[in-house]
């Protein structure tokens, strides 16, 4: 018997590849299956469906031909982010439960369970393979549509966003993306030696500073924030400006990237400035999260929509949550403050891009409600969009060089940060807070965590650094802020729970005419007809979603790989609308065994119900301002094909409906997303009522200050930004009034 090993198609590709060679085989033969390579017929009637549909500026022969030949395992940056992924950011019980899953694949009894053959997937032809595959996304067993979602995920997201091949023949032409954006980013690209020698910000560099005997490295300040995101930047430029006789710190885990070295592209932009480099997901897959995790946080990456918390929600939460303060006055000055400072303000109607545009006809033409979104660009939003387009998420490339007509988005680095620099706080980026500590009487003392000097070296490790603080706000967004409250022994029951997520899902649609949808700006209006389906507040908005390949890669269908090849090829004639439920049921944050915050979180039957209604009209609004085809986001789920004939047309289109209302949105069946977590640290009138009261403060501990998107009872049930920074000027202008308090008091607390 030969003891050599066996060689298999695809090799590990690293010697730190989580899985052995034989998973790894398993695993690609699997993801090569969603995007393949065509054959010679297939690549035929791709050409040809290709033409039918895209009649201005179509790509090369050559072009298409290469695309036809591409599958996902033909570009490297999918296997090395594949790689990489599962050794960063995946977590240990996820990766065990993926290699189960490809060694009971692996023989002939779980392949004939999973496959129903007891020939494994690797033996069988890529046709072979596809049907299965097709079987798993309906398949009785959990498991099985639950691979489906996985693997579909991980294939089309990494191929989508890193493939040049694909980018070329589907007419995406990466950053820059207009003239007017190359003439900007070749200045940017001059002024890059005078941006190094005058960086906007500095930070501390620890690798300079000696450690104590145990290794530690100690610093002090007064008064500490953890996390520079729409929280934590506003409350470190409020505190510095209104404390200056005390000193003020900002430690981001994350790292910043002035705009010379921001990333251009999608994929470096979801690994540089994304929690968990972009690939957080909750604990049962159902959903994926995105937040960010760079200097400025959310805002630095986010989409800049600026509304403030509606009447009707903050009523609610002023009579049913016992936050009087929701419905003041004061507070209502704090969300003009920050409104005032983001340069806040609304597009007029004529300059929305098309998928923008197809709200405003297709909402006018149904009678419905939708209004022009308010946005935090400074200088004009259109002139502003010509830059940057839709590439916000991989950072504002109209917020770095200071030409006032071209505007630039106004995250916290641009305002607040800067106060607070020029206020002289000091600034650590890659310092990761673990944990907050205390003296035996519940004072705050500190924090202490890892700090690594760059964004090479993985999260979680680095030097261990212990900051001592008399004061300590805790802003790391919902995510966050529960893990390093619970880390630090803190028990309030609220702590990690009434998770909020705003889940979304997608619309697709397909024009006659060209979208080119990376361009415009992504949200400049809304449909708000569906808010209220509950007559409690509870409903979902419609807006424009991003539209750089990795995203509209994720929500567009996939029935075969031909199938899903054709639609992907036609990226430039279509346009995506994401309906966002503002939910009535939450999840909850707990630690797992190595001290990480995990998220359970499913979408709710009753907030499904809403997206449902909510997803139908997007379709309907679709359909009446012209779509030619209309892509709903369930597997499996019928399409609309615009029909010539006005009758068997709305019979098409009621017909898809109504099977879409019986599949139902479902846990395993729908991509679900959510970019707006809130809620995980609520305040509240009584400890019983809230981990913090309703100036941010910790019930349990003194010195300890909750800011940031986590303090709120519920949802916003509108674009979450404006309302975490109202809340964290409103918490800010509280710790101002306790400090001079204490210092007018006894004293003691005033030398901080
Ligand atoms: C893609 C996307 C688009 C969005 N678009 C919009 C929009 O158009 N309008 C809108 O209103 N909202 C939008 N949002 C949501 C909005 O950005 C967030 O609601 C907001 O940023 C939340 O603010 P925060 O302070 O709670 O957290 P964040 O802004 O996320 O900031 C938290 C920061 O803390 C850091 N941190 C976390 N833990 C630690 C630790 N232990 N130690 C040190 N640092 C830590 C993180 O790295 C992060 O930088 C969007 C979000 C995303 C992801």
């Not at 294939?155 to 950053?175: D, E, I, K, N, T």
């Not at 505190?239 to 990333?263: C, N, R, T």
């Not at 400049?524 to 569906?530: I, P």
């Not at 404006?722 to 306790?738: H, K, P």
């Amino acid at each position: 018997m030969s003891t050599e090993a066996p060689t298999y198609r695809f090799a590990r590709p690293s010697d730190k590849c989580v899985f052995d060679a034989a998973q790894w085989n398993m695993l690609i033969h699997i993801l090569e299956t969603y995007v393949p390579k065509l054959t010679p017929e297939e690549t035929e009637e791709l050409k040809k469906d290709y033409y039918e549909h895209v009649k201005v500026n179509p790509a090369d022969e050559k072009a298409l031909e290469a695309y036809a030949q591409e599958s996902v395992v033909d570009v490297p940056e999918v296997l090395e982010d594949l790689d990489w992924i599962f050794q960063r950011n995946v977590p240990e019980d996820k990766v065990a439960e993926i290699k189960t899953v490809l060694n009971i694949l692996d023989t002939r009894l779980g392949a004939l369970a999973f496959t129903g053959s007891t020939i494994p997937m690797y033996e069988k032809t890529r046709h072979e393979r596809e049907q299965i595959i097709q079987g798993w996304s309906v398949a009785r067993m959990a498991t099985l549509r639950k691979l489906f979602k996985a693997f579909q995920g991980m294939a089309r997201l990494l191929w989508s966003r890193a493939s040049p091949v694909y980018h070329r023949a589907a007419g995406f032409p990466g950053y820059p993306f207009t003239k007017e954006s190359e003439e900007e980013y070749k200045k940017i690209k001059e002024s890059a030696a005078a941006l190094d020698a005058n960086p906007e910000f500095k930070f501390e560099d620890l690798s300079q500073v000696a450690a104590a005997e145990n290794g530690v490295i100690r610093l002090s300040t007064s008064i500490l924030v953890i996390g520079s995101g729409c929280g934590g930047g506003v409350v470190a430029g409020h505190l510095s400006k209104a404390l200056p006789h005390h000193q003020l710190m900002v430690v981001e885990k994350g790292f910043w990237y002035p705009i010379h070295k921001a990333p251009i592209t999608e994929r470096d932009g979801s690994k540089m400035m994304f929690e968990g480099n972009g690939t957080m997901q909750t604990n049962d897959g159902s959903l994926s999260v995105l937040a960010g995790s760079t200097w400025g946080g959310g805002s630095a990456i986010n989409w800049g929509v600026s509304w403030q918390l509606p009447a009707r929600t903050r009523k609610e939460w002023s009579e049913k949550f016992g936050l009087p303060f929701a419905t003041s006055s004061d507070f209502q000055d704090c969300l003009d403050y920050v409104s005032q400072v983001g340069q806040v303000k609304s597009w007029d109607d004529l300059d929305h891009n098309p998928s923008n545009a197809a709200i405003v006809k297709g909402s006018h033409r149904l009678g419905e409600a939708y209004v022009s979104v308010p946005q935090n660009i400074a200088g004009s939003p259109d002139a502003h969009s010509k830059i940057c387009g839709a590439f916000c998420s991989v950072s504002c490339k109209g917020a770095g060089l200071d030409t006032p007509s071209r505007g630039g988005k106004l995250g916290v680095a641009k305002t607040y940060l800067a106060d607070a620099r020029d206020n002289g706080a000091k600034f650590i980026q890659g310092f990761e807070v673990d944990k907050i500590l205390f003296d035996n009487k519940g004072n705050v003392t500190g924090v202490e965590g890892l700090w690594r000097a760059s964004p090479d070296e993985p999260a979680g490790t680095g030097k261990k650094v212990i900051i001592s603080a008399k004061k300590v706000i805790c802003s790391g967004g919902t995510m966050n802020t529960p893990a390093v409250l619970l880390r630090s022994g803190l028990r309030n029951w609220w702590i990690g729970r009434n998770v909020h997520m705003h889940p979304v899902v997608f619309c697709q649609s397909q024009w006659k005419e060209e979208t080119r949808p990376w361009e415009g700006s992504i949200i400049s209006v809304a449909n708000t007809e569906h808010t209220n389906l509950d007559n409690d507040g509870h409903g979902a908005v419609i807006e424009g979603m991003l539209m750089l390949p990795g995203f509209g890669a994720l929500t567009l269908p996939w029935n075969s790989g031909l199938e899903y090849k054709k639609v992907m090829l036609r990226y430039k004639h279509l346009t995506s609308h994401v309906i966002i439920a503002r939910d009535r049921d939450s999840g909850r944050i707990m630690l797992d065994r190595s001290g990480k915050g995990r998220l359970d979180y499913t979408p709710s039957e009753f907030d499904r119900a809403n997206l449902m209604e909510a997803l139908i009209s997007a379709m309907k609004i679709n359909r009446a301002a012209g779509a030619e085809t209309i892509f709903p986001p369930i597997y499996n789920a019928p399409i609309y094909t615009r029909r010539a004939d006005k009758e068997e047309d709305q019979k098409h289109f009621d017909d898809t409906i109504a099977k879409i209302r019986r599949m139902g949105l479902t846990p395993d069946n729908t991509a679900y997303g959510s970019a707006h977590q809130m809620g995980s640290c609520r305040m509240g009138p009584t400890p019983r009522m809230g981990a913090c009261n309703d100036k941010g403060k910790i019930w349990e501990k003194n010195g300890l200050y909750v800011a940031d998107a986590s303090l709120m009872p519920a949802s916003s049930g509108v674009n979450p930004m404006i309302t975490t920074q109202g809340l964290a000027e409103w918490v800010s202008r509280g710790i101002v009034a306790d400090v001079l308090r204490e210092e007018a008091g006894d004293g003691k607390s005033a030398k901080l």
